[in-house]
Structure formats: C-alpha cells, structure tokens
C-alpha cells in the first residue's frame, strides 16, 4: 500500500469562519486569493459553481522568469466534494497543463475567539520522485494563497 503524500498548512485569521468559508466560494473575492501569483501574476479567468459537484477553473497569468514579457497561462481545475458552511471545503484538485491526475484539498475552518483558524491540508497522491519534487513548490503555493486571503479580506 503506498503512502499519500500530505501537504498542511495552517494560517490564523482575525476574521469570523463564515467571511473565511465565503470567499473561497465567492468568484469576485476568490480571484483576489486562488493562485494569483504576487507581484505580477494575475488570475484572468475565475469561474466558481459553489455546491457539491459544482466545478471550479481558475486561470493565472504568470510572467515567464526567464523574459518577463511573456507569460504563462496556469489552469487550475477541481470539483467540490463537500460543502458544509463554515467548517470544511473540500475538492479535487487539477493542473491540466503539469498532471494527468486530480488530488485531494480538504480545508477546515475553525472559530477560535473572535477569529478563526484555517487548515488546508493537500492529499497529492503517493510518495514518489514526482510527488516529492512538487511537495515544496505545493506548500510554498498554499502559503502564498493563504496569505493573499489575508490581503484580500483586509481589503
């Protein structure tokens, strides 16, 4: 039996779990935080159908390191597997481009005083040379939306 490889990060929020629960849902603030790559990158597309089997696709327009004047279009794609308000999100996840396979975010928010704490935890699926060499770009990613969320609620 293999062994799944779990990416987890977790983040504090001074924010209830509902304003938390409703902006993964809620395209116009979803574009702000879902994979929007800082400074440059944007996402140009963010399309949202909130329910369980609803489906997501979100496109980020990344500048190419080596001549920033080109870009890169990175399509993220999933359907949610459980909705329940405001305590957990959960869906598959897919880059189209880089993986011929979905895996598995489970989000789980939970109140803690007058704010919150978010744990987004990421099944990518067994442990091999692939899986291991995506693990550090995956948690460095999370963190990056994680902390855009932040931003995008401070408005």
Known sequence: MATSTIVRV?????????????????????????????PAGEVIRCDIEPGVNGRFTIVDRRPLEA?????????????FLQLDRPRRIAFTFGLPQFQSHETAVI???????????LTLRHDMGPADEETREMLERAEE????VLANLERALKG
Do not use: K, N
């Open 10 to 38: 977790q983040r504090a929020f001074d924010c209830t779990a509902e304003a938390i629960y409703d902006a993964w849902l809620d395209p116009r603030m979803a574009r702000q935080f879902w994979f929007a790559t800082p």
């Open 67 to 79: 001549d920033p004047s080109r870009h890169l279009d990175v399509e993220h794609t999933g359907r």
């Open 107 to 117: 989000i789980d928010i939970e109140p803690q005083g007058d704010g919150c704490q």
């Open 141 to 144: 990613g999370w963190g990056r």
